[in-house]
Structure formats: C-alpha cells, structure tokens
C-alpha cells in the first residue's frame, strides 16, 4: 500500500476532526493545531476508516495518479444477428412509350394453284381444263403447259388463254405444233379482279393432248 504524504495525513485529520463532532473540537481534546506535523503517518490510519466522501476536493484531486497509456486493442465481437428485412418499395412510375419499330418485310403470300397432269383437246371448241376461285385482289396470272401435236395431216393449230369473267381472253399463247411433236405454251397476265379466272384451250386442226398443266394466280402485295 502506497504511504500518504504528510500533507496529505494532516489534511485528512483536519477534515476527520471537523466531521468528528462539535463536542470534541468543543471540548478542546484535539484539533489540527494541537498535531505536530509528521506524528500520524499512514501506518497509524487503519484501512477504509477514511472514505473519499470525507475528504475535500482538492485532496481527492491530489490523490489521483496520472493516466495510464491506452490498453490494447480488444478482440473483435461476433457478428450481430442479420437484421429483420424491410418492407417492399412501392411500384416504380410507368415507363415512356419507346419509338415505333421500322415495318417489317411483307410476308410470303403462298399462290392459288389448279393443275393437271393428262388432258386431251376436242378440235375447233374451247374447253376448261383448269380454273380457280379467287377473293378479290390484284394476281398474277401464269399458265404453264406441254402440248403435243397428234393430227397427223400436219401441222395443228393449237391455243391456250387466260380468262376470267371480268376481261374475256387477259392473254393468250398459240403454236403451230408440227405432228407428234412437244411444245411449251405459257400465257401470262396481271389482273385486278375475283371470282373464276380459267385457262381455256383448243385445237384447230385435229386432236391434241396437254400434260403437266398448271395454272397459278400469285397474289400481290399493296
């Protein structure tokens, strides 16, 4: 245990003799006059009999030691507990319109398609091998066909047309077939129309046969 300066010792009679009572100071038994300086030393104060409380400020202050230097840093705590999660946002606004994306290419319009393989040809009258029904619109019109020639007096005259009932004969195709001989006869046309457009052929001289006949009505985009 650290020894009490003498200042220190007398201070603390002094004080122990004002709080000791008005009777003893009173009395004239002790007071701070009457101790000679270096007679109470630490030794003579028995342990906790004088308390901070009993003492004035000035020589609390003077007990205090100087400050210590900082301690060590301590270890780090554990990891608090997560959180409780938060409640959800509101919606965001709506975003702005975007810009109108470029017209995409026109899309592939599949043909309206008759055909026949075998067909034989009266002489001297028209007749329908082959026709379509169509909705109204704008078509091209093909004919596709082999004729073969079998008036054996000679040549033979032989005509395939594209018809509808709006425009009688939109196009024509003609040969002069020599005997037993293969020709191709392949009318074309654009029209704007609907209902029944026909390939009507005929062969003038005698008898005659089509194979692999096609007529097609391919529609066309505005």
Do not use: H
Not at 10 to 16: C, H, P
Not at 134 to 159: C, F, H, R, W
Not at 160 to 178: K, L
């Amino acid at each position: 245990m650290r020894e009490l300066r003498p200042g220190t010792v007398i201070a603390v009679i002094a004080l122990f003799i004002a709080i000791g009572g008005t009777a003893t100071a009173a009395s004239g038994l002790i007071n701070g006059s009457k101790i000679k300086p270096g007679t109470v030393t630490a030794r003579q104060i028995k342990n906790q009999t004088i308390t901070t409380s009993k003492l004035a400020p000035a020589t609390v202050a003077s007990l205090r030691g100087a400050r210590g230097p900082v301690g060590a840093t301590g270890p780090a705590g554990e990891n608090g507990q997560p959180g409780t999660p938060g409640q959800p946002g509101q919606p965001g606004a709506v975003g702005a319109t975007g810009a109108t994306g470029a017209t995409g290419a026109d899309g592939v319009v599949e043909p309206y398609t008759d055909q026949v393989l075998n067909f034989n040809l009266p002489t001297e009258d028209f007749t329908i091998p082959l026709s379509i029904d169509l909705p109204p619109g704008q078509y091209l019109l093909t004919a596709k066909t082999n004729v073969v020639n079998q008036y054996a007096s000679g040549d033979n005259m032989i005509e395939c047309t594209i018809w509808t009932d709006e425009v009688d004969g939109v196009d024509r195709a003609t040969s002069d077939v020599p005997y037993n001989r293969i020709f191709n006869l392949s009318p074309m046309a654009v029209a704007e129309m609907q209902g029944l457009v026909e390939l009507r052929c005929v062969a003038w001289n005698g008898p005659a046969q089509l194979f692999d006949t096609k007529l097609i009505a391919q529609p066309i985009q505005g």
